[in-house]
Protein backbone atom coordinates (compact mmCIF):
# COMPACT_ATOMS: atom_id res chain seq x y z
CA UNK A 1 0.00 0.00 0.00
CA UNK A 2 0.81 3.79 -0.64
CA UNK A 3 -0.01 6.45 1.39
CA UNK A 4 0.65 10.15 0.94
CA UNK A 5 3.69 8.38 -1.13
CA UNK A 6 4.66 6.19 1.44
CA UNK A 7 5.41 2.87 1.24
CA UNK A 8 3.88 -0.11 3.73
CA UNK A 9 4.62 -3.21 3.99
CA UNK A 10 1.73 -5.34 6.07
CA UNK A 11 3.48 -7.52 9.13
CA UNK A 12 0.15 -8.90 10.44
CA UNK A 13 -3.51 -8.06 10.09
CA UNK A 14 -2.80 -4.35 12.23
CA UNK A 15 0.78 -4.03 12.15
CA UNK A 16 2.64 -1.96 8.69
CA UNK A 17 6.02 -1.51 7.96
CA UNK A 18 7.80 1.65 6.28
CA UNK A 19 10.85 -0.26 4.56
CA UNK A 20 14.19 1.02 5.70
CA UNK A 21 15.79 3.61 3.37
CA UNK A 22 19.90 4.69 2.71
CA UNK A 23 19.02 7.25 4.85
CA UNK A 24 16.95 5.96 7.91
CA UNK A 25 18.88 4.07 10.86
CA UNK A 26 16.05 1.75 11.51
CA UNK A 27 12.38 0.93 9.48
CA UNK A 28 9.08 2.22 10.39
CA UNK A 29 6.48 0.35 12.08
CA UNK A 30 2.77 2.04 12.69
CA UNK A 31 -0.04 -0.45 14.31
CA UNK A 32 -3.16 0.28 12.88
CA UNK A 33 -5.91 -0.94 10.72
CA UNK A 34 -6.35 -1.32 6.96
CA UNK A 35 -9.71 0.90 7.51
CA UNK A 36 -8.26 3.40 9.95
CA UNK A 37 -5.15 3.77 7.23
CA UNK A 38 -6.80 4.45 4.43
CA UNK A 39 -9.64 7.12 6.24
CA UNK A 40 -7.14 9.22 8.34
CA UNK A 41 -3.81 9.10 7.14
CA UNK A 42 -4.36 10.16 3.44
CA UNK A 43 -3.86 13.62 4.87
CA UNK A 44 -1.78 13.29 7.65
CA UNK A 45 1.76 14.04 7.38
CA UNK A 46 2.30 11.50 10.12
CA UNK A 47 3.60 8.94 7.90
CA UNK A 48 6.38 11.26 7.12
CA UNK A 49 7.13 11.65 10.49
CA UNK A 50 7.26 8.05 11.44
CA UNK A 51 10.06 8.15 8.58
CA UNK A 52 11.68 11.55 9.51
CA UNK A 53 11.92 10.16 13.21
CA UNK A 54 14.14 6.61 11.99
CA UNK A 55 16.80 9.57 11.06
CA UNK A 56 17.79 9.84 15.02
CA UNK A 57 21.29 8.53 15.80
CA UNK A 58 21.24 5.90 18.34
CA UNK A 59 17.59 4.72 17.81
CA UNK A 60 16.92 1.70 18.12
CA UNK A 61 14.92 -1.58 16.37
CA UNK A 62 12.24 0.60 14.63
CA UNK A 63 10.46 4.08 14.60
CA UNK A 64 7.19 3.08 16.18
CA UNK A 65 4.09 4.57 16.02
CA UNK A 66 0.70 3.52 17.97
CA UNK A 67 -3.16 3.17 16.27
CA UNK A 68 -4.03 7.14 17.84
CA UNK A 69 -1.43 8.32 15.51
CA UNK A 70 -1.60 12.21 14.19
CA UNK A 71 0.89 14.88 13.38
CA UNK A 72 2.72 16.30 16.08
CA UNK A 73 5.55 18.63 17.01
CA UNK A 74 9.06 16.70 15.18
CA UNK A 75 7.78 13.75 16.18
CA UNK A 76 4.02 12.22 15.16
CA UNK A 77 1.93 12.10 18.91
CA UNK A 78 1.68 8.38 19.34
CA UNK A 79 4.91 8.03 18.45
CA UNK A 80 7.87 5.83 20.02
CA UNK A 81 11.38 5.92 20.15
CA UNK A 82 13.65 4.40 21.97
CA UNK A 83 17.93 5.78 21.56
CA UNK A 84 20.51 3.83 23.02
CA UNK A 85 21.87 5.32 26.14
CA UNK A 86 25.36 5.63 25.56
CA UNK A 87 25.68 6.51 22.16
CA UNK A 88 22.13 7.75 21.18
CA UNK A 89 20.56 11.33 21.34
CA UNK A 90 17.65 12.76 23.24
CA UNK A 91 15.03 14.98 21.25
CA UNK A 92 12.49 17.70 22.92
CA UNK A 93 10.23 17.19 19.99
CA UNK A 94 9.81 13.37 21.11
CA UNK A 95 8.51 14.62 24.57
CA UNK A 96 6.47 17.24 23.50
CA UNK A 97 5.70 20.54 24.83
CA UNK A 98 3.27 19.22 27.62
CA UNK A 99 5.80 17.24 29.70
CA UNK A 100 4.51 14.60 31.54
CA UNK A 101 0.80 15.13 29.99
CA UNK A 102 -0.67 12.40 31.85
CA UNK A 103 -4.01 10.14 33.11
CA UNK A 104 -5.34 9.34 36.67
CA UNK A 105 -8.11 7.42 37.68
CA UNK A 106 -9.73 6.69 40.61
CA UNK A 107 -12.17 4.64 41.89
CA UNK A 108 -14.85 5.09 44.42
CA UNK A 109 -17.60 2.96 46.73
CA UNK A 110 -20.02 5.05 44.81
CA UNK A 111 -22.84 3.67 42.28
CA UNK A 112 -24.39 5.04 39.40
CA UNK A 113 -27.85 5.42 40.55
CA UNK A 114 -27.29 7.74 43.41
CA UNK A 115 -24.78 10.11 41.72
CA UNK A 116 -26.84 10.59 38.65
CA UNK A 117 -29.53 12.48 39.88
CA UNK A 118 -27.30 14.74 41.83
CA UNK A 119 -24.44 15.09 39.28
CA UNK A 120 -25.67 18.63 38.35
CA UNK A 121 -24.62 19.83 41.87
CA UNK A 122 -21.24 17.16 41.69
CA UNK A 123 -20.28 19.29 38.30
CA UNK A 124 -20.79 23.16 39.62
CA UNK A 125 -18.33 22.31 42.74
CA UNK A 126 -15.75 20.51 40.53
CA UNK A 127 -15.85 23.31 38.50
CA UNK A 128 -15.89 25.98 40.95
CA UNK A 129 -13.05 24.75 43.06
CA UNK A 130 -10.28 23.21 40.31
CA UNK A 131 -8.99 25.95 38.36
CA UNK A 132 -9.64 25.31 34.61
CA UNK A 133 -8.80 27.41 31.84
CA UNK A 134 -5.46 29.32 29.94
CA UNK A 135 -3.35 30.72 32.65
CA UNK A 136 -5.56 28.97 35.66
CA UNK A 137 -3.81 29.85 39.01
CA UNK A 138 -4.82 29.33 42.73
CA UNK A 139 -5.59 26.03 43.39
CA UNK A 140 -3.21 26.23 46.32
CA UNK A 141 -0.89 29.06 48.16
CA UNK A 142 1.44 30.22 45.80
CA UNK A 143 4.83 28.55 46.69
CA UNK A 144 7.80 30.28 47.67
CA UNK A 145 10.88 29.50 45.43
CA UNK A 146 12.47 27.12 47.65
CA UNK A 147 8.67 25.01 47.69
CA UNK A 148 9.17 24.23 44.31
CA UNK A 149 12.64 23.56 43.92
CA UNK A 150 11.50 20.86 46.57
CA UNK A 151 8.28 19.65 44.79
CA UNK A 152 10.34 19.40 41.20
CA UNK A 153 13.19 17.65 42.92
CA UNK A 154 11.16 15.53 45.03
CA UNK A 155 8.01 14.36 42.93
CA UNK A 156 4.83 13.45 44.37
CA UNK A 157 6.17 12.59 47.75
CA UNK A 158 6.12 16.59 48.24
CA UNK A 159 2.15 16.62 47.90
CA UNK A 160 1.83 14.02 50.53
CA UNK A 161 4.21 15.81 53.11
CA UNK A 162 1.93 18.90 52.92
CA UNK A 163 -1.62 16.77 53.35
CA UNK A 164 -2.37 16.81 49.68
CA UNK A 165 -2.71 13.04 49.59
CA UNK A 166 -1.96 9.49 50.83
CA UNK A 167 0.91 7.76 51.34
CA UNK A 168 -0.93 5.04 49.34
CA UNK A 169 -1.21 7.16 45.87
CA UNK A 170 2.66 7.21 45.35
CA UNK A 171 2.78 3.34 45.09
CA UNK A 172 0.09 3.74 42.45
CA UNK A 173 1.80 6.14 40.55
CA UNK A 174 4.12 5.70 37.38
CA UNK A 175 8.04 5.94 38.66
CA UNK A 176 6.03 6.37 41.85
CA UNK A 177 5.78 10.04 40.82
CA UNK A 178 9.29 10.67 40.98
CA UNK A 179 12.36 10.73 38.58
CA UNK A 180 15.40 11.14 40.66
CA UNK A 181 17.69 13.15 38.11
CA UNK A 182 15.65 16.47 38.31
CA UNK A 183 17.48 19.40 39.19
CA UNK A 184 16.21 22.67 39.98
CA UNK A 185 19.78 24.42 38.84
CA UNK A 186 18.48 24.11 34.81
CA UNK A 187 15.26 25.20 34.99
CA UNK A 188 14.90 29.19 33.96
CA UNK A 189 13.91 31.59 35.95
CA UNK A 190 10.87 32.28 33.69
CA UNK A 191 9.75 28.79 33.92
CA UNK A 192 9.80 29.30 38.11
CA UNK A 193 7.81 32.14 36.98
CA UNK A 194 5.04 30.16 35.15
CA UNK A 195 5.34 27.57 38.05
CA UNK A 196 4.77 29.42 41.08
CA UNK A 197 0.95 29.45 41.25
CA UNK A 198 -0.35 26.64 38.92
CA UNK A 199 -0.08 23.32 40.69
CA UNK A 200 -3.69 21.75 41.14
CA UNK A 201 -4.86 23.19 38.29
CA UNK A 202 -5.93 21.86 34.93
CA UNK A 203 -5.32 23.93 32.51
CA UNK A 204 -7.16 24.33 28.84
CA UNK A 205 -7.68 22.56 25.38
CA UNK A 206 -7.58 18.73 25.50
CA UNK A 207 -7.21 18.32 29.13
CA UNK A 208 -10.48 17.22 31.77
CA UNK A 209 -11.57 16.10 35.06
CA UNK A 210 -14.35 13.30 34.00
CA UNK A 211 -16.70 11.67 36.37
CA UNK A 212 -17.45 8.42 35.04
CA UNK A 213 -19.45 5.38 35.34
CA UNK A 214 -18.19 1.96 34.89
CA UNK A 215 -20.45 0.43 32.24
CA UNK A 216 -18.41 -2.74 31.00
CA UNK A 217 -15.90 -5.36 32.16
CA UNK A 218 -14.22 -7.49 29.92
CA UNK A 219 -11.44 -8.98 32.33
CA UNK A 220 -12.95 -9.51 35.39
CA UNK A 221 -9.89 -10.71 37.31
CA UNK A 222 -8.01 -7.91 36.28
CA UNK A 223 -10.55 -5.15 37.19
CA UNK A 224 -11.19 -6.63 41.00
CA UNK A 225 -7.56 -6.16 41.38
CA UNK A 226 -7.72 -2.76 40.22
CA UNK A 227 -10.98 -2.45 42.89
CA UNK A 228 -13.54 -1.76 39.69
CA UNK A 229 -17.26 -2.80 39.75
CA UNK A 230 -20.43 -1.92 36.71
CA UNK A 231 -22.02 0.58 37.80
CA UNK A 232 -19.49 2.27 39.69
CA UNK A 233 -18.43 6.33 39.98
CA UNK A 234 -14.95 6.63 38.69
CA UNK A 235 -12.92 9.91 38.08
CA UNK A 236 -10.06 10.36 35.31
CA UNK A 237 -7.91 13.41 35.49
CA UNK A 238 -6.12 14.35 32.21
CA UNK A 239 -3.48 17.65 32.89
CA UNK A 240 0.43 18.01 32.87
CA UNK A 241 3.06 20.25 33.94
CA UNK A 242 1.18 23.41 32.68
CA UNK A 243 3.13 26.40 32.00
CA UNK A 244 5.72 25.32 33.59
CA UNK A 245 6.21 22.18 31.32
CA UNK A 246 5.93 24.18 28.20
CA UNK A 247 8.63 26.79 28.96
CA UNK A 248 10.98 24.02 29.53
CA UNK A 249 10.45 22.65 26.75
CA UNK A 250 10.89 25.96 24.45
CA UNK A 251 13.82 26.80 26.26
CA UNK A 252 15.60 23.98 25.52
CA UNK A 253 14.85 23.81 21.80
CA UNK A 254 16.68 26.98 21.48
CA UNK A 255 19.10 25.32 23.05
CA UNK A 256 19.18 21.69 21.43
CA UNK A 257 18.49 23.38 17.57
CA UNK A 258 22.25 24.46 18.37
CA UNK A 259 23.60 21.51 19.64
CA UNK A 260 22.31 19.98 15.98
CA UNK A 261 24.48 22.35 14.71
CA UNK A 262 27.94 21.80 17.48
CA UNK A 263 27.86 18.27 16.80
CA UNK A 264 27.07 17.84 12.95
CA UNK A 265 23.50 15.79 13.66
CA UNK A 266 21.70 16.47 10.28
CA UNK A 267 17.75 15.29 10.16
CA UNK A 268 15.01 15.98 7.81
CA UNK A 269 13.25 18.21 10.12
CA UNK A 270 14.48 20.72 12.59
CA UNK A 271 11.94 20.42 14.66
CA UNK A 272 13.32 17.20 15.62
CA UNK A 273 16.43 19.19 17.54
CA UNK A 274 18.43 17.07 19.70
CA UNK A 275 21.43 16.51 21.38
CA UNK A 276 23.63 13.18 22.49
CA UNK A 277 22.46 12.13 25.73
CA UNK A 278 25.84 12.03 27.00
CA UNK A 279 26.60 15.86 26.29
CA UNK A 280 25.86 18.49 28.82
CA UNK A 281 23.10 19.88 26.48
CA UNK A 282 21.16 16.81 26.53
CA UNK A 283 22.15 15.85 30.44
CA UNK A 284 20.41 19.57 31.08
CA UNK A 285 17.51 18.64 29.29
CA UNK A 286 17.25 15.57 30.45
CA UNK A 287 17.23 17.10 34.08
CA UNK A 288 14.78 20.11 33.00
CA UNK A 289 12.10 17.72 31.72
CA UNK A 290 12.34 15.41 34.68
CA UNK A 291 12.07 18.89 36.92
CA UNK A 292 8.39 19.20 34.89
CA UNK A 293 7.44 15.46 35.10
CA UNK A 294 7.69 15.64 38.91
CA UNK A 295 5.95 18.93 38.66
CA UNK A 296 3.01 17.32 36.43
CA UNK A 297 2.44 14.35 39.26
CA UNK A 298 1.95 17.21 41.74
CA UNK A 299 -0.34 18.67 39.94
CA UNK A 300 -2.16 15.87 38.95
CA UNK A 301 -2.21 15.01 42.90
CA UNK A 302 -3.35 18.07 44.09
CA UNK A 303 -6.31 18.05 41.92
CA UNK A 304 -7.06 14.68 42.13
CA UNK A 305 -7.25 16.00 46.16
CA UNK A 306 -9.34 18.49 45.63
CA UNK A 307 -11.58 16.25 43.57
CA UNK A 308 -11.75 13.97 46.56
CA UNK A 309 -13.18 17.09 49.19
CA UNK A 310 -15.46 17.73 46.34
CA UNK A 311 -17.24 14.71 46.37
CA UNK A 312 -17.12 14.66 49.99
CA UNK A 313 -18.73 17.95 50.64
CA UNK A 314 -21.39 17.39 47.95
CA UNK A 315 -22.68 13.99 48.95
CA UNK A 316 -21.96 15.18 52.81
CA UNK A 317 -19.86 11.54 53.25
CA UNK A 318 -16.93 10.46 55.60
CA UNK A 319 -13.23 9.52 53.51
CA UNK A 320 -14.11 6.03 54.79
CA UNK A 321 -17.56 6.01 53.38
CA UNK A 322 -16.27 7.62 50.19
CA UNK A 323 -13.80 4.85 49.83
CA UNK A 324 -11.69 6.99 47.37
CA UNK A 325 -8.56 5.10 45.25
CA UNK A 326 -5.57 5.99 43.22
CA UNK A 327 -6.24 3.11 40.59
CA UNK A 328 -3.15 4.49 38.77
CA UNK A 329 -1.17 7.53 37.40
CA UNK A 330 0.57 7.37 33.73
CA UNK A 331 2.33 9.40 31.67
CA UNK A 332 2.17 9.51 28.49
CA UNK A 333 4.54 12.21 27.16
CA UNK A 334 8.26 11.29 28.67
CA UNK A 335 11.35 10.27 27.40
CA UNK A 336 12.70 8.03 30.55
CA UNK A 337 15.65 5.65 30.85
CA UNK A 338 14.79 2.11 30.86
CA UNK A 339 16.57 -1.44 30.36
CA UNK A 340 14.57 -3.28 27.39
CA UNK A 341 15.66 -6.44 25.36
CA UNK A 342 16.82 -6.05 21.91
CA UNK A 343 18.77 -8.32 19.98
CA UNK A 344 18.57 -10.93 22.92
CA UNK A 345 20.61 -8.65 25.17
CA UNK A 346 19.76 -6.36 27.78
CA UNK A 347 20.52 -2.77 26.97
CA UNK A 348 19.50 0.92 28.59
CA UNK A 349 17.93 2.89 26.04
CA UNK A 350 16.05 6.61 26.27
CA UNK A 351 12.08 5.44 25.70
CA UNK A 352 10.78 8.73 24.00
CA UNK A 353 6.86 8.22 24.47
CA UNK A 354 5.16 11.11 22.49
CA UNK A 355 1.00 10.37 23.22
CA UNK A 356 2.24 7.02 23.87
CA UNK A 357 1.31 5.09 27.07
CA UNK A 358 4.15 2.85 28.87
CA UNK A 359 2.24 -0.62 29.76
CA UNK A 360 4.86 -3.01 31.12
CA UNK A 361 4.05 -6.53 31.36
CA UNK A 362 2.85 -8.94 34.70
CA UNK A 363 5.80 -9.50 36.59
CA UNK A 364 7.97 -6.22 35.99
CA UNK A 365 9.31 -4.98 39.31
CA UNK A 366 8.28 -1.53 37.73
CA UNK A 367 5.29 -1.80 38.83
CA UNK A 368 3.18 -1.78 41.97
CA UNK A 369 3.19 -5.14 43.57
CA UNK A 370 -0.53 -5.30 43.07
CA UNK A 371 -0.90 -4.94 39.94
CA UNK A 372 2.37 -7.90 38.68
CA UNK A 373 -0.27 -10.52 38.52
CA UNK A 374 -1.95 -8.58 35.99
CA UNK A 375 0.48 -5.96 34.21
CA UNK A 376 0.23 -2.02 34.69
CA UNK A 377 -2.89 -0.55 34.18
CA UNK A 378 -2.84 1.31 31.17
CA UNK A 379 -5.68 4.64 30.66
CA UNK A 380 -6.89 5.20 27.46
CA UNK A 381 -9.21 8.20 27.42
CA UNK A 382 -11.72 8.68 24.62
CA UNK A 383 -13.81 11.84 24.24
CA UNK A 384 -16.68 13.82 26.26
CA UNK A 385 -19.55 12.21 24.20
CA UNK A 386 -18.72 8.46 24.75
CA UNK A 387 -16.30 6.32 26.34
CA UNK A 388 -12.93 5.31 27.77
CA UNK A 389 -11.41 2.39 28.22
CA UNK A 390 -8.75 0.60 30.73
CA UNK A 391 -6.62 -1.88 29.59
CA UNK A 392 -3.81 -3.71 31.16
CA UNK A 393 0.44 -4.36 29.77
CA UNK A 394 1.76 -7.62 28.22
CA UNK A 395 4.65 -9.52 27.43
CA UNK A 396 4.71 -8.71 24.00
CA UNK A 397 4.40 -4.92 24.56
CA UNK A 398 8.08 -5.65 26.31
CA UNK A 399 8.65 -7.86 22.89
CA UNK A 400 7.73 -4.96 20.22
CA UNK A 401 7.08 -1.64 21.52
CA UNK A 402 9.58 -1.03 24.25
CA UNK A 403 6.65 -1.53 26.75
CA UNK A 404 4.72 1.11 25.32
CA UNK A 405 0.73 1.24 24.06
CA UNK A 406 -1.90 4.11 22.39
CA UNK A 407 -2.73 6.95 24.70
CA UNK A 408 -6.20 8.06 23.35
CA UNK A 409 -8.72 8.45 20.75
CA UNK A 410 -6.29 11.18 18.75
CA UNK A 411 -7.49 13.86 15.96
CA UNK A 412 -10.51 13.18 13.48
CA UNK A 413 -10.49 16.94 13.01
CA UNK A 414 -8.45 20.05 13.83
CA UNK A 415 -9.55 22.80 16.40
CA UNK A 416 -10.58 25.04 13.53
CA UNK A 417 -12.38 22.28 11.55
CA UNK A 418 -14.45 21.27 15.11
CA UNK A 419 -15.58 25.50 15.57
CA UNK A 420 -16.91 25.22 11.93
CA UNK A 421 -18.74 21.88 12.17
CA UNK A 422 -20.07 23.37 15.74
CA UNK A 423 -21.48 26.63 14.25
CA UNK A 424 -25.32 26.61 15.32
CA UNK A 425 -24.97 23.38 17.55
CA UNK A 426 -25.89 23.44 21.12
CA UNK A 427 -23.46 21.01 22.18
CA UNK A 428 -23.95 21.35 26.13
CA UNK A 429 -27.49 19.94 25.16
CA UNK A 430 -26.64 17.75 22.82
CA UNK A 431 -24.03 16.39 25.78
CA UNK A 432 -27.20 16.41 28.04
CA UNK A 433 -29.13 14.23 25.73
CA UNK A 434 -26.14 11.80 26.25
CA UNK A 435 -26.56 11.53 29.41
CA UNK A 436 -23.15 13.95 30.30
CA UNK A 437 -23.70 17.46 32.21
CA UNK A 438 -20.35 19.89 31.35
CA UNK A 439 -19.17 23.20 32.82
CA UNK A 440 -16.49 24.91 30.72
CA UNK A 441 -15.06 28.75 30.61
CA UNK A 442 -16.32 28.94 27.33
CA UNK A 443 -18.31 27.41 24.24
CA UNK A 444 -15.18 27.54 22.28
CA UNK A 445 -13.60 24.50 24.36
CA UNK A 446 -16.42 22.71 24.12
CA UNK A 447 -16.49 23.06 19.83
CA UNK A 448 -12.77 22.05 19.76
CA UNK A 449 -13.30 19.04 21.97
CA UNK A 450 -16.68 18.11 20.82
CA UNK A 451 -17.04 14.49 20.48
CA UNK A 452 -16.68 14.60 16.53
CA UNK A 453 -13.26 16.14 16.84
CA UNK A 454 -11.61 12.51 17.87
CA UNK A 455 -10.97 9.17 16.30
CA UNK A 456 -13.59 6.46 18.57
CA UNK A 457 -11.41 4.99 20.59
CA UNK A 458 -12.92 1.56 20.18
CA UNK A 459 -11.17 1.58 17.09
CA UNK A 460 -7.74 2.65 18.49
CA UNK A 461 -7.95 0.03 21.56
CA UNK A 462 -9.58 -2.81 19.25
CA UNK A 463 -6.02 -2.74 17.26
CA UNK A 464 -3.78 -2.46 20.12
CA UNK A 465 -5.37 -5.00 21.95
CA UNK A 466 -5.95 -7.52 19.04
CA UNK A 467 -2.17 -6.99 18.43
CA UNK A 468 -1.77 -8.37 22.07
CA UNK A 469 -0.04 -5.31 22.87
CA UNK A 470 -2.17 -4.42 25.54
CA UNK A 471 -5.79 -5.90 26.67
CA UNK A 472 -8.89 -4.69 27.57
CA UNK A 473 -9.92 -4.71 31.51
CA UNK A 474 -12.65 -2.14 31.06
CA UNK A 475 -14.75 0.56 29.23
CA UNK A 476 -16.01 3.54 31.40
CA UNK A 477 -18.63 6.54 30.34
CA UNK A 478 -18.77 9.85 31.30
CA UNK A 479 -21.86 11.37 32.76
CA UNK A 480 -19.97 14.96 34.30
CA UNK A 481 -16.94 16.99 32.73
CA UNK A 482 -15.04 20.00 33.46
CA UNK A 483 -13.26 21.63 31.12
CA UNK A 484 -11.06 24.88 30.82
Same mark, same amino acid.
Given at each position: ?41 ? @? ?14 ? &?? !? ?11 ? /????? /? ?18 ? &? ?104 ? /? ?26 ? &? ?35 ? !? ?6 ? @? ?18 ? @? ?16 ? !? ?25 ? @? ?37 ? /? ?95 ? &???? !??
Amino acid at each position: MIINGIELKRITKNLWEIPQDENMKVPGRIYISERMLERDMK @NEDALKQVQNVAHLPG &IQ !KFSLAMPDIHWGY /GFPIG /GVAATDFHDGVISPGGVGYD &INCGVRLATTSLHIDFVQPRIDSLIKNLFNRVPTGVGASGAIKKLAKTDLKRLMTQGVAWSIENGLGRSEDIEHTEEQGFLKHADSDVVSERAFERGFDQVGTLGS /GNHFLEVDVVEEIYDANAADVMGMFPGQ &IVVQIHTGSRGFGYQVCDDYLKILLKANKDFGIKLPD !KQLACAPL @NSSEGKNYLSAMQAAANFAW @NNRQVIMFIAKKCFQDTF !KMSESELDWNLVYDVCHNIAKVEDHII @NGEKKKVCVHRKGATRAFAPGSEMIPVKYRSIGQPVLIP /GDMGRYSYVAVGTEKAMMETFGSSCHGAGRNLSRKKAMMNAKGKNLVEELKQRGVTIQAKGWSTIAEEMSDAYKDVSDVVDVIHNEGITKKVARIKP &IGVI !KG
